[in-house]
């Protein structure tokens, strides 16, 4: 990402693209670290919208020749692991149709890249889920001046009626799991507990690590004046 990202509103730093793809050509993979920093974002302030030049950049894609860059890449025709730390959501409907896996590990810290490094060579399973619903791109979100939850197209996973890029929840793992024998056990009335049990199979042939969710997804009512959600997570 230093290659392609820079601070101000109209970034052209391309200087060792070139460069970037004469030794991505001698190699057998990539692993390509992308994202956001807190020059673009944080607490207190709208997110800075850098463009490539004079390309215009979406807010909520990455900032600055990053998606240029990574076109390069992608053209290179090697396989593509997309790293990406950020704090906020990122919109990359592009690279998430072009290269082979995307690993989502916000800001990780100190230790990030050892704990990077042990789910890329498979010493651990990729097991989290999105903790919020990334949109393609800004102009799917309402305006900031209604906070009307259900106002479409609805915010956050509960209300959203869009068809999200990542929904809330989402999340891979190297296995193939499969659900079966799904079971209610109780009233599915007002105010009771159910007891939900299924039986989760791997298929595939290396280990999984699966997180298990449970959605409750209440009754519409269309001539009340309070609009439900669509569904809400109520276990994993």
């Not at 593509?80 to 704090?87: D, E, T, Y």
């Not at 799991?177 to 209610?184: E, P």
Request: proline residues 6%.
């Amino acid at each position: 990402a230093s290659l392609a990202a820079c601070d101000n509103t109209a970034c052209e730093k391309k200087d060792k693209f070139d460069e970037a793809v004469t030794t991505v050509k001698q190699a057998d993979m990539v692993i390509m670290v992308m994202g956001l920093s807190g020059h673009q974002e944080g607490e207190g302030h709208d997110r800075a919208q850098v463009n490539c030049g004079s390309t215009v950049v979406d807010v909520l894609g990455l900032p600055g020749c990053q998606n240029d860059l990574l076109k390069m890449i992608v053209a290179t025709e090697k396989p593509i692991v997309l790293v990406l730390m950020n704090g906020g959501p990122l919109s990359i409907p592009w690279a998430a149709e072009n290269v082979d896996g995307i690993l989502e590990v916000w800001y990780p810290g100190a230790l990030g890249g050892t704990a990077v490094a042990d789910v890329l060579f498979g010493k651990h399973g990729p097991s989290g889920r999105m903790p919020i619903t990334t949109v393609t791109s800004s102009a799917e979100l309402p305006v900031a001046t209604d906070y009307n939850m259900a106002a479409a197209p609805g915010r956050t996973y509960k209300y959203y009626t869009g068809e999200p890029l990542f929904p809330f929840g989402f999340g891979l793992t190297y296995g193939v799991v499969k659900y079966t024998s799904i079971q209610v056990a109780g009233e599915t009335t007002v105010c009771r507990s159910v007891e939900v049990t299924v039986v989760i199979t791997n298929t595939g042939k290396l280990p999984a690590v699966e997180s298990v969710q449970v959605y409750v997804a209440p009754p519409q009512d269309a001539s009340s004046a309070f609009k439900a959600p669509l569904y809400t997570l109520r276990g994993f």
